[in-house]
């Protein structure tokens, strides 16, 4: 079997919503200035080589993440497209429990599973020096396993061991946070004013806070994932159930798209010029 290369950190299920009649995506970097607007389809945009595959010691690469996360995906189409389909009608989502919690995994995996979110939570920086924390801890505890415990000191190996980790904790979907989205419901956003879009940025979910107002119990906490340009779906306001909401004018729709390129490298959407507006407006 062969190994996949190119592991895409946000689906092609969820770009494809974003393209233009003629399928393309206008993106942008946003770190460059001036900013150059340029044009791909969603294959070529939002991956990166092995990302989620695990290192051995001798260089073997492990897709198992890569893998599991494909057949999350695949599970998840149906579900994005029950929510996507009647909401653009203007009608309620009738999800199944099983479908309600397969969209809280893959809402959560999302939060998660981007390489900017992951350095975000955690810098590379910051996570070799606990690396190196825990090899000193190791040194004192076990004097007589020094030789084992300097294989793994080597730079080489310690990068190894922190991208192993962090592709280990993609799996691991915290068990309280699913709680707070079961018990808070799903929200879907629905744009119904003529010419407006969402965009999607490589870091695709985001969450709105008010200063000191950070915790997901919080209802006033929002947290939002644009699954297509004219509908993004989030979390409820606390009852578990589904809500659909349409927005009436374009300052919620801009705040969504401005706070997504806040966070993000790169963004796209199907209109060069809106890619170009918000990449300006930060």
């Known amino acids: 079997m062969s190994v996949p290369k190119r592991h895409h950190y946000v689906p092609q299920m969820i770009l494809n919503g974003f393209t ?56 998840a189409v149906g579900v994005v497209q029950s929510i996507l389909v009647p909401a653009r009608e203007g009608r309620l989502p009738g999800l199944t429990s099983e479908q309600k919690r397969l969209w809280y995994i893959f809402f959560l995996t999302q939060w998660r599973r981007t390489p900017e979110t992951q350095r975000a939570n955690v810098s590379d920086a910051e996570a070799l020096r606990m690396v190196e924390d825990t090899l000193d801890e190791l040194r004192q505890a076990a004097p007589h396993r020094l030789d084992e415990i300097e294989t793994l000191a080597t730079p080489e190996a310690k990068v190894r ?19 707070v989205l079961e018990r808070r419901g799903i929200a879907i956003l629905r744009i119904v004013q003529p010419k407006k879009s969402f965009i999607v940025g490589s870091r695709p979910v985001v969450k709105l806070t008010a200063p000191n107002r950070t915790d997901l119990n919080d209802p006033t906490v929002e947290m939002w994932l644009p699954i297509a340009s004219d509908v993004a779906v989030g979390v409820g306001q606390g009852d578990g159930r589904i809500s659909l909401h349409d927005t009436v004018d374009e300052r919620p729709v801009r705040q969504l798209n401005i706070a997504i390129a806040s966070q993000s490298g790169t963004i796209a959407a199907g209109s060069a010029a809106l890619v170009g507006s918000i990449a300006n407006a930060r």
Request: glycine residues 6%; aromatic residues 6%.
């Open 161 to 179: 061991t922190v991208g192993n980790v962090r592709v280990q904790t993609i799996g691991q979907p915290s068990a309280q946070v699913m709680r």
């Open 20 to 75: 233009d009649s003629d399928g393309w995506l206008h993106w942008c970097r946003l770190r460059e200035r001036p900013v150059t607007v340029r044009r791909a389809r969603p294959l070529e945009l939002f991956h990166q080589r092995h990302l989620y595959s695990t290192l051995s010691e001798t260089g073997t690469k492990d897709p198992a993440m890569e893998h599991a996360l494909s057949v999350l995906e695949s599970e």
